[in-house]
């Protein structure tokens, strides 16, 4: 039987098809656009809209009895009603501690989270909602132009505290998850080894790089008026707030990425490693 993973494209899509297909599961990975999709030998392309699924989903969904389901904005509600007559047995939800936190569940982000939740505990699907800490890759996100301009970061709330999640890790969890029942659990709380600062973080970046990355701290204001633009201000709003409320915190240190995988959860380090041209000029 197929497993499908939508957002086969995005950050942890692709390293989940990419986990499933080298330990030799029949595996279909969808985009919207089917064409943007570079994925390993012997995983199937699929197009699919979540929101607007329309006959693709049964094409989709063909043979399918695992499914990895992206947070998506929007009704993903007929896309499950059309996982349910496909037969899925099984679905790993992609979520966000932004569902649950306090300050954030019952703003934007965690009003989307919360949204593809209750479609998912409505559809009666059997399930495993993932919420990942802080992801690495927030850092080429949010620091990696900077880096390259001008070899320094500016931010505010720099002594924010976060736990970065390693992808690969999230993905492997999630291959777990898809391929036998053992920690099928109503959820899993995945975070990286150990919480640093954000300056940390940047500081850890710039050990890799060899060069000294100075953080210019910025008011909220100042961040707030910097980023727009770059994301509606609702959501840049909460970001803010919530790294305010963590500053002089300890970010939370789970123990799931080892006790599903066998493997201890990656250091951010290993992400900047493999990603140091991100960083670079040129
Ligand atoms: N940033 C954090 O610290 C953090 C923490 C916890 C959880 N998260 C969650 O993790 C997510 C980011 O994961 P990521 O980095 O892997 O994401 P990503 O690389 O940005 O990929 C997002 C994927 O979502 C797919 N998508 C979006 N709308 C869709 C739709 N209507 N139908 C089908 N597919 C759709 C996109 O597919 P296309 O190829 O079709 O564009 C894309 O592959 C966040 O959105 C959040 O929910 C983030």
Redesign the pocket.
């Known amino acids: 039987m197929t497993i499908l993973v939508?957002?086969?494209?995005?950050?942890?899509?692709?390293r989940l098809v990419a986990a499933l297909a080298e330990a030799g599961h029949p595996v279909r990975g969808?985009?919207?656009?089917a064409t943007?999709?570079r994925l390993p030998a012997g995983a199937e392309p699929a197009e699919?809209?979540?929101?607007?699924p329309g006959p693709a989903a049964a094409d989709a969904l063909r043979g399918v009895d695992a499914v990895f389901l992206?947070?998506?904005?929007?009704s993903v509600d007929a896309f499950l009603e059309a996982a349910v007559a496909a037969g899925v047995r099984y679905l790993v939800l992609?979520?966000?501690?932004?569902a649950y936190e306090a300050g954030e569940f019952d703003r934007p982000?965690g009003l989307?989270?919360r949204a593809v939740e209750r479609a998912v505990a409505g559809s009666g699907l059997k399930h495993t909602v993932l919420?990942?800490?802080?992801?690495a890759?927030?850092a080429g996100?949010d620091w990696a132009d900077q880096i390259r301009a001008s070899r320094r970061v500016a931010m505010a709330f720099g002594d924010a505290s976060v736990t970065p999640v390693h992808?690969d890790d999230i993905a492997r969890v999630a291959a777990d998850l898809l391929t036998r029942d053992t920690h099928r659990a109503r959820m899993q709380i995945l975070t990286g080894p150990r919480p640093l600062r954000l300056r940390d973080a940047v500081a850890t970046i710039g050990d890799v790089l060899g060069v000294e990355l100075p953080v210019d701290d910025l008011t909220r204001d100042e961040a707030l008026e910097r980023d727009q633009g770059r994301m509606p201000r609702p959501i840049l709003e909460t970001l803010l707030d919530v790294a305010a409320a963590s500053v002089g915190q300890t970010a939370p240190v789970t123990n799931a990425v080892e006790r599903v995988t066998g493997r201890p959860a990656q250091p951010f380090r290993s992400w900047v490693e493999a990603h140091r041209a991100d960083f670079q000029p040129g």
């Open positions: 939508t957002g086969a494209r995005g950050n942890i899509g692709s969808s985009a919207r656009d943007t999709l699919l809209d979540l929101t607007d992206y947070p998506v904005i929007g992609l979520s966000s501690p932004s982000i989307v989270h919420y990942p800490s802080w992801l890759t927030n996100r992808p």
